[in-house]
């Protein structure tokens, strides 16, 4: 009981209970884990009870029809078991900037936000560009030895490697 | 990418829950969901986010061709092409150096209190999504079929056993994590 009390987890015995995670998706649900597309499920319902009209007409909703299904539910799933694991260690906080931006740039709200929103739309715009995200394609995608999926995973840490050194060793005021 | 009809039936809430929450479970206790973790891989001194992504990956890749060999599942490898894979990747990541976030570990944070996680990733990533959904129609007849090479497995392209590559691979794999607990990272 005390493990699920720990507030970290090895990362192998992380990793491995991810991997066996899989091994159900695949069993289960016949399908692999992802989190992309329910950001576009989620969005397509957003904006049709915002604008209360079908907006079936755009063919990128046509595609991803907005309408709750197992990706919705999961990441629903993910929010509550984020939760649970951080309510068992007592590691819940409120918190507005991370500890390591905030000892380069400071603790200034509004250029956290600003750049992380910023940062936001390039991954929501990326990871549907490239058809999935690091669960997708980082995980889910290269353990079926997918190639779209290895290329997918080296591009997103080579662009995110490139982008956090230039902000963190080069642009650091 | 749509799956197979069964992940669309009322009796998958439950283990599209069930398997969400093991998930965010994992991913908060794994310490993914700590900006410091994942930007700390960025700039690669810390391996974390790796350690975990390299274990599902040997662990998930061993257990699914399995059970493949046996009939009990199949593949569902995405589509590929330089015009999305590549360019799509590329702006996923300078997004992530931004955020210091990705889609699932973005909900994650925010689940543990991380509000830069709930306003700039989930809020940033809905916008984000409802930007490309703008760009489609013209980002697919342009731009997201050049140089595509499909939904191909390396097992394919090669055209070898699955197990001839997953073997190594998991070796150097687990190599590799010695020399990780060496350096200390």
Known sequence: MSFFTLERWSPYITGIGIGVLSWFAFLLSRRPLGVSTAFVRACGLIEMHIR???VSKNPYYQKFPPVIEWELIFIAGLLFGSFAAALLSGTFRFEMVPSLWASCFGTN???RMTVAICGGILV????RWAGGCTSGHGISGTLQLAVSSWISVIAFFVGGAITANLLFRIFVP | MTYDRSSHKLTQIIPALGMGFIFGFLLQKGGVTHY???VGQLLFYDFTVVKIMLSAIVTGMIGIYLMKSFGLVELYPKYGSAGSTLMGGLIF???FGLLGYCPGTAIGAAAQGNIDALIGGIGGILIGARIYAALFAYLDKKVLHKGEFGDITFPELLKVNP?????PLSIIIIALFFVFESIGV
Do not use: E, H, P, R
């Not at chain 1, 929501?124 to 990871?127: F, K, N, P, S, T």
């Open chain 2, 36 to 38: 410091d973790v994942l």
């Open chain 2, 163 to 167: 197990w001839v590559i997953i073997i």
């Open chain 2, 93 to 95: 990541g300078v997004g």
């Open chain 1, 109 to 111: 709200n509004i250029l």
């Open chain 1, 52 to 54: 209360k009209t079908k």
């Open chain 1, 124 to 127: 929501g715009i990326g990871a």
